[in-house]
């Protein structure tokens, strides 16, 4: 029997065969779910004084960055306040396409618990924020969650382009998990 792959496309491509079996494919596809903090997302750019009274939120970066991690694979799972309704420029077309299953809106909730208690839940998955939950029952009741590795990845801009900053392609990502497991 051939050894453990050495090169990255060697470890790639077995990794691509072996999710072609249903029993790897169950147990894979939490590393391949990333949760996108959209609040935190859409207002990422500064709003001028002259501009007061513009949303504050542009469904653009949140598209963008939806589309960033389906280029690395990952599946995005959006989560948001329900208070971003208001706050973005397209709030109906906002609605229907993160609106429903599977993504999220928090209603009468912060969208960041959400995202807390489901990385929680799902400890595989990935998250894109920039948030810092640095509120005090965020630390006091998630610091576990909070200090996992290769969980959290911020987003940087260049112009309209975002770039997930550390954020491998999602077949390294489970790659070097399993790895580390074994």
């Known amino acids: 029997m051939r050894g453990a792959p050495t ?31 959209a609040s935190n997302v859409a207002r990422r750019r500064p709003v001028p004084v002259h501009e007061v009274n513009t949303p504050k939120a542009r469904l653009a970066d949140l598209d963008a960055v ?3 991690l389906r280029a690395l694979r990952y599946v995005p799972i959006v989560v ?10 397209e709030p109906y077309e906002w609605q229907r396409k993160y609106g429903e299953y599977p993504h999220s809106v928090a209603r009468g909730r912060q969208a960041d ?14 998250c894109v ?3 810092r939950f640095s509120k005090p029952d965020e630390r006091r009741d998630f610091a576990h969650v909070l200090s996992m590795s290769d969980t959290f990845y911020r987003h940087a801009w260049d112009g309209d382009v975002p770039t997930l900053v550390g954020m491998p392609h999602a077949h390294a990502r489970l790659v070097h998990r399993l790895k580390r497991a074994s």
Do not use: M
């Not at 060697?10 to 790897?24: D, T, V």
């Not at 948001?80 to 420029?89: G, K, M, R, V, Y």
């Not at 618990?113 to 839940?121: G, H, K, M, S």
């Open 80 to 89: 948001s306040d329900a208070n971003l309704f208001q706050l973005i420029d």
């Open 129 to 131: 924020t920039n948030d």
């Open 7 to 37: 090169t990255p496309e060697e470890a790639r491509a077995f990794l691509r065969a072996c999710l072609k079996l249903p029993e790897f494919r169950a147990r894979a596809w939490p590393h391949f779910a990333c949760f996108v903090d």
């Open 113 to 126: 618990t959400i995202v807390l208690r489901a990385l929680e839940q799902l400890p595989e998955a990935a």
């Open 66 to 68: 939806v589309e960033a």
